[in-house]
């Protein structure tokens, strides 16, 4: 099993930036790709991006030129650099992870709520 840890979240305007952190922890042998995923009241939870672990990245179109996503392999994290956030980005964001054995997002954090004010 992995667990992940995420923080950063918050209040922030328009315009403003936050970065998100997710720490993994348990059977990191198991974890290949990381991503973000985000959920709004009402709505379908949605890809914002990914990384595998060799470097190559993936994003929705909705945040390109806006996010960034990173990761530490020595300390088995993770990171979105949100900048110019808008209203529309307020959501619960979830750190997830790939499980290279069993070929699919298996591991799920609890969430971080980032609110953007106009």
């Not at 992940?4 to 918050?10: C, F």
């Not at 974890?31 to 990384?51: C, F, H």
């Not at 990171?79 to 499980?99: G, I, R």
């Amino acid at each position: 099993q992995v667990q992940l840890v995420e923080s950063g979240g918050g209040l922030v305007h328009a315009g403003g930036s936050l970065r998100l952190s997710c720490v993994a922890s348990g059977s990191i042998f198991s974890v290949n790709a990381m991503g973000w995923y985000r959920q709004s009241p009402g709505k379908e939870r949605d890809l914002v991006a990914t990384i595998t672990s060799g470097g190559t990245t993936n994003y929705a179109d909705s945040v390109k030129g806006r996010f960034t996503i990173s990761r530490d392999n020595t300390k088995n994290a993770v990171y979105l650099q949100m900048n110019s956030l808008k209203p529309e980005d307020t959501a619960v964001y979830y750190c997830n992870a790939y499980d290279r054995f069993r070929a699919r997002w298996d591991y799920w954090g609890q969430g971080t709520q980032v609110t953007v004010s106009s």
